[in-house]
């Protein structure tokens, strides 16, 4: 069965600070990989989306990139964080049109 | 641009009774709507999807219909329980992408016991 993984849980990181967040997919091959953003009581905003390896879509203007090294790897960056990138980061995979999610990484920026 | 719209406030029902949530869209015609549940602090997780060319989808105790000349969908939950006390979220194929899903704000729903 698949599983997705994402790391760290929760991260707590000072304004100007990088920030490196991983996401991996087991038991699947050529998943398209999706990084979104929550802030607390919203929807989901898609930040990045991508079909293959080093094919990366970027959904929204920002001070973050993504990455795709590996076929089942999905990294989400950026050189200085800001107050406004707080929030829950959620990874997801798909092989058809439904999406599966990971748990998620909580960050807040102080 | 695509918009969709859940109910922002709280659906508060009793045990037992059947919980309807709505979610209507706007400036599209989607392929398909998805309904996800999610938990405080976890990830979305897929409940159903419906095809444009289905009127109703049901999966045990979950029944999703979809109107695509009300550009609305109906998501029920018959008997239910204090366990399906969550926010639900609908979701949208992408207006520019099939691989993209445009989310709506979710519902939230409380069952008293």
């Known amino acids: 069965s698949q599983t997705i993984h994402q790391w760290p849980a929760t991260l707590v990181q000072p304004v100007g600070s990088p920030l490196s967040l991983e996401c991996t997919v087991e038991?699947?091959?050529?998943?398209?990989l999706y990084w979104y953003r929550q802030a607390a009581g919203r929807g989901l905003q898609l930040l990045f989306y991508s079909v293959g390896i080093g094919q990366i879509s970027s959904e929204v203007p920002q001070n973050l990139s993504a990455s795709r090294p590996q076929d089942r790897q999905f990294i989400l960056s950026s050189k200085k964080l800001l107050l406004s990138d707080s929030g829950f980061y959620l990874c997801a995979w798909s092989i058809g049109d439904e999406q599966y999610f990971g748990p998620g990484t909580r960050l807040t920026v102080t | 641009s695509q918009k969709i719209e859940q109910n922002s406030e709280a659906l508060n029902i009793q045990e037992g009774k059947t919980a309807t949530l709505t979610c209507n869209y706007t400036n599209y015609s989607p392929a398909y709507l998805q309904w996800y549940r999610q938990d405080p602090g976890r990830g979305p997780v897929f409940l159903l999807l419906?095809?444009?060319?289905?009127k109703e989808k049901r999966k045990e105790r979950l029944k999703v219909t979809f109107d695509t000349t009300l550009k609305q969908s109906l998501f029920h939950i018959t008997a239910s329980q204090p366990a399906d006390s969550a926010t639900y979220l609908c979701?949208?194929?992408?207006?520019?992408?099939?691989?993209?899903?445009?989310f709506g704000s979710g519902t939230r729903l409380l069952v008293r016991p």
């Open positions: 419906i095809r444009e060319n289905e």
């Open positions: 038991g699947t091959s050529n998943p398209n």
């Open positions: 979701a949208l194929e992408g207006l520019d992408s099939s691989y993209k899903l445009i």
